[in-house]
């Protein structure tokens, strides 16, 4: 009963440090995304993957990398921290374009 | 991009309906309209979803307007553990094979006991 597993659940970082937050799902899904949520807003879309080995952007992908090498894993990757990127971060997966999304608990970061 | 439009909020008193609506006025042929849920501090769930036709599961029902451009979340009977924000969301196809889902600020319900 696994799902959607993101790690780690809090970071506190410094800016200009680096991190990538993991997000593993074992349902076989072909699509994952990443979204940050601020306080008091909706979730915003940072990058999503129809595949292994395809990725594209979202609303508002500056700042983030991702790649997808298999179908379980979609790490989020931050080069260099900024205290803009303090955030909520969830990951979803579904199995196509279309079904239920399915998430993750989310992983709190905060940059000083 | 074809977007929501939801209230901020709504009340609602514990075991009596509650009806959450959406405007989706710019909706296309191929998206399909979900509803997801976000508790406290958790992850969003889905809670149903629908194309055309009004749908039923066992967390809520769903009835869309028959030209798509509205549509309506029922809660048969609100419980206080129903207290969250609702997203009203248009899942579309954006080319080639790839599907992007995007939230708005959804509304937030409360339910009084």
């Known amino acids: 009963n696994a799902g959607v597993t993101q790690t780690p659940k809090f970071q506190v970082l410094k800016t200009g440090q680096s991190m990538t937050l993991q997000c593993a799902q074992d349902?076989?899904?072909?699509?994952m995304s990443w979204y940050r949520q601020d306080p008091g807003m909706g979730l915003r879309l940072i990058h999503y993957?129809?595949?292994?080995?395809?990725?594209d952007q979202g609303e508002v992908p500056n700042g983030y990398n991702v790649s997808r090498s298999t179908t379980e894993d979609f790490p989020l990757r931050l080069l260099s921290a900024a205290p803009s990127q303090t955030s909520v971060y969830f990951c979803?997966?579904?199995?196509?374009?279309?079904?239920?999304?399915?998430f993750g608990e989310g992983s709190r970061l905060t940059v000083l | 991009d074809a977007k929501t439009t939801q209230p901020n909020s709504m009340e609602s008193n514990e075991e009596e309906p509650v009806h959450l609506p959406c405007n989706h006025s710019?909706?296309?042929?191929?998206?399909?309209i979900h509803w997801y849920r976000q508790l406290p501090s958790q992850g969003p769930e889905y809670v149903i979803h629908?194309?055309?036709s009004n749908v039923n599961n066992r967390m809520a029902s769903l009835a869309i307007a028959e030209d798509r451009k509205s549509s309506t979340l029922i809660l048969h009977r609100a419980t206080l553990r129903d207290a969250a924000v609702y997203y009203c969301?248009?899942?579309?196809?954006?080319?080639?094979?790839?599907?992007?889902?995007?939230f708005g600020k959804g509304t937030l319900l409360t339910v009084n006991p």
């Open positions: 979803a997966s579904s199995a196509g374009g279309t079904g239920e999304l399915f």
């Open positions: 349902m076989n899904h072909e699509y």
């Open positions: 993957s129809v595949g292994a080995g395809i990725t």
């Open positions: 710019t909706i296309s042929g191929t998206d399909y």
């Open positions: 629908g194309l055309t």
């Open positions: 969301i248009l899942r579309f196809y954006s080319g080639g094979s790839n599907y992007k889902l995007t």
